[in-house]
């Protein structure tokens, strides 16, 4: 629920978050769920004063440090419950300054260089009573900017393109001066951590993981276990005084929050299914995140664009959208764009660039890659059955143990030099919902030929061992989505680039397909400070993203959020940031 503009991913998390049950339900919500919120809304009038809410992550936080590669989802909620930032969401995607930090923030110069000037609200002070300044803004820079190595950071976009960081005319302004011109600078300096965590690289590394000393937002940390965070209200807030006394982020395994919201012993809660019942309502919307079908181009059949383009061609993205979407009475348009989702601004459909959905043209690329269709081997059925090997896989690997099925060509098979075409699909095993997209691709790609060996592996090996490792054909993941795509997305479709070990180095390109022109126009995108045409460069990459057939996204992914119905100011939140200090129970 909760977005850190940071988007510092946890790959394993994002992709098994991906696989919310496409179940029936319906929304209690007063928000409009197409426009990407759906909360329990309420003016702060009619929210109670004090209250403890508990509120279910998937897993304590690795860390409370938003830039460290540990952080969780429940870092992020940590972060925005606590700290200052520049920018938070709107439902939509878009960046809104916080004006709790900030009077006023905008570039004031952009030649010869770009200049970003930032008023400070002379509120603003950190829960000591020391006011938040430009020591603050200079010491994330310094930690961030990825010249010190002693410094352990998930990322340094942006902050590697400042060249200085000081004190303006007034005590209240801070100035950042930036080396290379930077489209996406509102997505700098959230959240906002004090100088004391990031002064120095021993407190950035090891300080901020079990603990904060100080707060700048509506809460302050109460105190952390290996099961959950208390946040309590911060008295020296400047800002709207928090509803409630104390936030409590508890560690929840999906099968059991149902229970425990039925039970009182949760508040809030993102369920894999409809949970309404006397106490408890479901709000929907669509989330701040997509699944994907993932080409892995480097070996194998795949490394042939014309195959991938075939692959993708066969599949029917509008019927896979409807057959997890429409189930929960969501928009089941697919999705056309991998850098912007459906409910941002901006969103524009760009799958044209690869080719609608279409058998016979993915039978016929595949001839022209020389796969020529032969009859079926005798005895060879259709449909799903053990695959050959399955037995010796699981001998093998008794940790991690590979449940394999087969699905086999509808008609006739086909082959190149002798070999069938066969394609292995590697799925998360306990994902209901990524295991009958799964299954019905499979069913598509036999329609045109392809032989598919579905491989369920363990979850906490899928990312690690498979996905990271480049050991598929095809698989599925998610993503979320962002504010400052030209930012965070080009990691995941940069060109991979050798390593001098000879190695190959994807950053998060998992299926290791990229080109020079993609890449081009990313820092086209990344560099430009005219909006529209940042948005023109960032809408060529993402049709060059399509014609290289490396990432093929389907749908914008479900998110239900069960509610206590006393519960105010929570909900599906979608992109939108959540305000902490409004969240309560009705009076």
Same mark, same amino acid.
């Given at each position: 629920m909760a977005r850190s503009a940071t988007l510092i991913r946890s790959a394993t998390a994002v992709a098994l978050a991906a696989a919310v049950a496409a179940s029936a339900g319906c929304s209690a919500g007063k928000d409009d769920p197409l426009a990407g919120t759906d909360l329990a809304s309420a003016p702060r009038d009619g929210v109670r004063d004090g209250g403890t809410l508990r509120w279910a992550v998937d897993a304590a936080p690795g860390t409370l440090n938003a830039f460290q590669a540990g952080a969780n989802e429940a870092t992020a909620l940590v972060a925005g419950a606590?700290?200052?930032?520049?920018?938070?969401l709107d439902g939509k995607g878009r960046p809104q300054m916080d004006t709790d930090l900030l009077r006023s923030a905008k570039v004031v110069r952009s030649e010869p260089q770009q200049v970003v000037?930032?008023?400070?609200?002379?509120?603003?002070?950190?829960?000591?009573?020391?006011?938040?300044?430009a020591a603050d803004f200079a010491a994330q820079w310094k930690a961030l900017r990825g010249t010190d190595d002693a410094y352990w950071t998930a990322r340094n976009a942006g902050y590697d393109r400042i060249s200085s960081v000081t004190a303006g005319k007034g005590a209240h302004e801070v100035k950042v001066t930036f080396g290379k011109r930077y489209a996406d600078w509102q997505s700098l300096f959230t959240p906002l951590y004090p100088k004391g965590v990031t002064g120095t690289s021993k407190a950035f590394n090891e300080g901020a993981r079990r603990t904060l000393p100080?707060?700048?937002?509506?809460?302050?940390?109460?105190?952390?276990?290996? !099961?959950?965070?208390?946040?309590?209200?911060?008295?020296?807030?400047?800002?709207?005084?928090?509803k409630l006394s104390q936030l409590v982020l508890?560690?929840?395994?999906? %099968?059991?929050?149902?229970?425990?919201?039925?039970?009182? !012993?949760?508040?809030?809660?993102?369920?894999?299914?409809?949970?309404?019942? !006397? %106490?408890?309502?479901?709000?929907?919307?669509?989330?701040?995140?997509?699944?994907q079908l993932a080409l892995n181009g480097s070996t194998g059949p795949l490394a042939d664009e014309q195959v991938r383009h075939a692959v993708a061609r066969a599949v029917d993205r509008r019927a896979i959208a409807k057959s997890v979407l429409g189930p929960l009475g969501l928009p089941d348009e697919p999705l056309g764009n991998h850098l912007l989702l459906l409910t941002q601004a901006g969103y524009a459909d760009h799958s044209s660039a690869l080719g609608t959905s279409d058998t016979k043209a993915a039978r016929a690329l595949l001839a022209d890659a020389g796969w020529q269709r032969t009859a079926l081997d005798p005895g060879a059925g259709t449909g799903a059955r053990p695959g050959a090997g399955a037995a010796e896989r699981n001998q093998a690997a008794p940790v991690h143990k590979v449940e394999v099925s087969v699905v086999e060509p509808a008609k006739t098979v086909l082959r190149k030099n002798g070999k069938a075409l066969t394609l292995r699909f590697v799925l998360p095993k306990s994902s209901t919902t990524l295991n009958a997209v799964g299954d019905r691709i499979a069913t598509m790609l036999s329609g045109i030929g392809v032989r598919t060996e579905l491989q369920r592996v363990a979850d906490d090996s899928f990312f690690r061992d498979h996905i990271?490792?480049?050991?598929?054909?095809?698989?599925?993941?998610?993503? #979320?989505?962002?504010?400052?795509?030209?930012?965070?997305?080009? #990691?995941?479709?940069?060109?991979?680039?050798?390593?001098?070990?000879?190695?190959?180095?994807?950053?998060?390109?998992?299926?290791?397909?990229?080109?020079?022109?993609?890449d081009q126009l990313f820092d086209q995108a990344a560099g430009e400070l005219d909006p529209v045409k940042a948005r023109d460069f960032a809408a060529r990459a993402d049709?060059?993203?399509?014609?290289?057939?490396?990432?093929? #996204?389907?749908?914008?992914?479900?998110?239900?959020?069960?509610l206590r119905k006393d519960v105010l100011n929570a909900g599906a939140f979608g992109f939108a940031t959540p305000r902490f200090q409004d969240i309560g129970f009705r009076k």
């Open positions: 606590v700290l200052p930032a520049a920018f938070r000037s930032y008023r400070l609200n002379p509120k603003a002070v950190w829960s000591d009573g020391r006011p938040i300044g100080v707060a700048g937002g509506p809460f302050a940390l109460g105190s952390v276990s290996g !099961k959950s965070v208390t946040l309590v209200r911060n008295t020296k807030w400047w800002g709207d005084r928090a508890a560690a929840t395994p999906a %099968h059991q929050r149902a229970a425990d919201l039925a039970s009182g !012993k949760l508040d809030v809660a993102e369920v894999d299914r409809d949970v309404t019942g !006397k %106490h408890v309502a479901v709000y929907r919307t669509r989330a701040a995140s997509y699944t990271a490792a480049g050991d598929f054909d095809l698989t599925l993941y998610g993503w #979320p989505g962002t504010a400052f795509p030209a930012t965070d997305t080009r #990691p995941i479709f940069a060109k991979p680039e050798p390593a001098p070990d000879g190695s190959l180095v994807v950053a998060q390109n998992y299926p290791r397909v990229g080109t020079d022109l993609i049709a060059r993203i399509w014609a290289a057939a490396g990432s093929i #996204p389907l749908y914008q992914r479900p998110e239900l959020v069960a």
